[in-house]
């Protein structure tokens, strides 16, 4: 889509720090991190959230879990753990309408600490 920033970052008119990225899946730094590691995980077809996910999104959604799988082993935080978070919408406090997984690691998180 034309005037988002993470299709923007996908195709490289904006740069990030790419952590990994295959045919359907690109992952990159989060600039503002809220853990020691913070992940943004997305798919590279344009979704503008979980509310917005359709039956054709069914491979993206499966490859970016596959992904996150591969990150957290190659990382090296599989083992200690880390956490997910999606917003979707307003009152999550969604900036960015393009799906994104953000994944939090390198420290011990507290039951409600999600840091957003
Ligand atoms: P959310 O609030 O769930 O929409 O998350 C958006 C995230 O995108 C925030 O954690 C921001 O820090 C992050 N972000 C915004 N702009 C960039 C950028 N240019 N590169 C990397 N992460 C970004
Ligand atoms: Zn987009």
Not at 19 to 26: A, C, H, L, S
Not at 35 to 53: G, T
Not at 90 to 98: A, I, L, R, T
Not at 110 to 115: E, F
Request: hydrophobic share 35%; net charge negative; charged share 30%.
């Amino acid at each position: 889509m034309e005037d988002c920033l993470f299709c923007k970052i996908i195709k490289g008119e904006i740069p990030s720090t790419k952590v990994y990225e295959d045919d359907k899946v690109f992952a990159f730094k989060d600039i503002n991190p809220k853990a020691p590691i913070h992940i943004l995980v997305v798919p590279k077809k344009h979704i503008d959230s979980l509310a917005q996910l359709t039956d054709d999104d069914k491979e993206y959604v499966w490859a970016i879990h596959e992904a996150m799988n591969k990150i957290a082993r190659e990382q090296g935080f599989i083992e200690k753990g880390y956490r997910v978070v999606i917003n979707c919408g307003k009152d999550s406090g969604q900036e960015v309408m393009h799906l994104h997984y953000h994944i939090l690691a390198g420290k011990k998180f507290g039951g409600n600490d999600t840091g957003f």
